[in-house]
C-alpha cells in the first residue's frame, strides 16, 4: 500500500506565502511524475503544477511566475512554494503521483488533500 500525505496548507493573507508538502511512503519501488492539482467548489480539479523525475516541470498558467514546484527523490517528497498569493488560490490542494511498485505494477495515487485559504 502507498500512502500520500499533505501538509502545509493554512489561513495567510493576500501577497504572503506557504509552501506545501506531500511525502509518498509505503510499498513503492519508484516515484514517476508527482504533481499538485486544486479543486474549489463547484469547479472541476486543475492541474496547478507537475514536475518529472528528473525535474522538468509544468505550471498551470494561473501560478505562473508565483509558484514553483520541487521534489526530493531520496524523500519521496514534492514541495509546492506558493507566493504572491491571492484569494483567488483559494482551494484545496491535492497530490498526486505516479508510482511503480516493486511488483512492477503502475498506480497512479492522490492524497485527501490540504486546504489553502488567502483571505484578509
Known amino acids: 500500500q502507498v500512502q500520500l500525505v499533505e501538509s502545509g496548507g493554512g489561513l495567510v493573507q493576500p501577497g504572503e506565502s506557504l509552501r506545501l508538502s506531500c511525502a509518498a511512503s509505503?510499498?513503492?519501488?519508484?516515484?514517476?511524475?508527482m504533481a499538485w492539482y486544486r479543486q474549489t467548489p463547484g469547479k472541476e480539479r486543475e492541474l496547478t503544477a507537475t514536475i518529472t523525475r528528473g525535474g522538468g516541470t509544468r505550471y498551470g498558467d494561473s501560478v505562473k511566475g508565483r509558484f514553483a514546484i520541487s521534489r526530493d527523490n531520496a524523500k519521496n517528497t514534492v514541495y509546492l512554494q506558493m507566493n504572491s498569493l491571492n484569494p483567488e488560490d483559494t482551494a484545496v490542494y491535492y497530490c498526486?503521483?505516479?508510482?511503480?511498485?516493486?511488483?512492477?505494477?503502475?498506480?497512479?495515487?492522490w492524497g485527501k488533500g490540504t486546504l489553502v485559504t488567502v483571505s484578509s
Open positions: 509505503g510499498s513503492i519501488f519508484s516515484v514517476d511524475d
Open positions: 498526486n503521483a505516479e508510482i511503480f511498485a516493486p511488483s512492477g505494477a503502475f498506480y497512479d495515487y
